[in-house]
């Protein structure tokens, strides 16, 4: 079948959510023309790629590039992010710099600060006896907070054993 009559079907929600991941990664790096000309594809397997009812997918090749461009912009990395939390996993970026055990007690301060905001999201959730679309999405927001940060920790931990 040609690019420009690519058969539309409905995709499952994780497919939906890789679509828009798709989307925002081609979006921070420039645009679908952009994306094309850089990297020698037409503009409308861009728009494929990135389409809710179009069952074809940026290749990981194009994605580990993409994600090479944007580094440091909001969303990155935008489409490993939802695989890995496809699979289960959580990414949290590597420990740069000096680890020391002052940085150890500023990541327990934030991890305890996260946790105090996950128990208010969790108060404010409780509040009115009903959790509600709102009230889950505050409570995920602030764990996933909380979680972000115990990762960093431990991912510190990690690298002063190895030096031990």
């Given at each position: 079948m040609?690019?420009?009559?690519?058969?539309?079907?409905?995709?499952?929600p994780w497919q939906q959510e890789l679509k828009a991941a798709t989307k925002g990664l081609?979006?921070?790096?420039?645009?679908q023309v952009a994306a094309g000309a850089s990297f020698g594809r037409r503009q409308q397997k861009f728009s494929d790629w990135q389409h809710a009812t179009?069952?074809?997918?940026?290749?990981?090749?194009?994605?580990?590039?993409?994600?090479?461009?944007?580094?440091?912009?909001?969303?990155?990395?935008?489409v490993t992010r939802v695989l890995a939390r496809r699979a289960g996993y959580q990414l949290v970026p590597l420990s740069e710099g000096v680890v020391s055990g002052d940085n150890l007690l500023s990541d327990l301060a934030r991890i305890t600060q996260e946790a105090g905001d996950l128990s208010h999201a969790i108060l404010a959730g409780l509040s009115d006896g009903q959790l509600c679309a709102n009230d889950h999405g505050a409570m995920n927001r602030e764990l996933?907070?909380?979680?972000?940060?115990?990762?960093?920790?431990?991912?510190k931990l990690h690298h002063l054993r190895g030096k031990a």
């Open positions: 040609a690019d420009h009559q690519a058969e539309k079907v409905t995709l499952a081609v979006e921070a790096f420039g645009g179009i069952a074809d997918f940026l290749p990981v090749d194009l994605v580990v590039q993409l994600e090479g461009c944007t580094v440091g912009l909001p969303g990155h990395p935008h996933e907070q909380l979680e972000t940060a115990v990762a960093a920790m431990r991912s």
